[in-house]
């Protein structure tokens, strides 16, 4: 049972943007604090950015101020806009879904920027 299904990766070159999305269930969107993780080859799976139902964010230093996080619960989708892209953003992002002991990860998008 898909509980999270990520969308808008590709090719993208440096200096860019991209915006990638996540849709997934009402009861999700409703009750869970949502978050974009991605992993490049040969790293560990880090996190981006994550966003509380209350609307509050937070950012890994690697991307203040080029990416933004935001969420339309009535619309069931996070969204994840990404600009002034760097060839080392390039990684599998990966939608994920926390409350208490519960959680939900996508099956992840690619997202490759080009120099």
């Known amino acids: 049972q898909v509980q999270l299904k990520e969308s808008g990766g590709g090719l993208v070159q440096a200096g860019g943007s991209r915006e990638l999305s996540c849709t997934g269930s009402?009861?999700?969107?409703?009750?869970?604090?949502l978050a974009w993780y991605r992993q490049a080859p040969g790293k560990q799976r880090e996190s981006v950015a994550d966003?509380?139902?209350?609307?509050?964010?937070n950012y890994a230093d690697s991307v203040k101020g080029r990416f933004t996080i935001s969420r339309d619960n009535a619309k069931q989708t996070l969204y994840l806009q990404m600009s002034s892209l760097k060839p080392e953003d390039t990684a599998v992002y990966y939608c994920?879904?926390?409350?208490?002991?519960?959680?939900?990860w996508g099956q992840g998008t690619q997202v490759t920027v080009s120099s």
């Open positions: 994920y879904a926390k409350l208490q002991h519960i959680s939900y």
């Open positions: 009402r009861s999700i969107f409703d009750l869970f604090t």
């Open positions: 966003i509380t139902t209350g609307g509050s964010t």
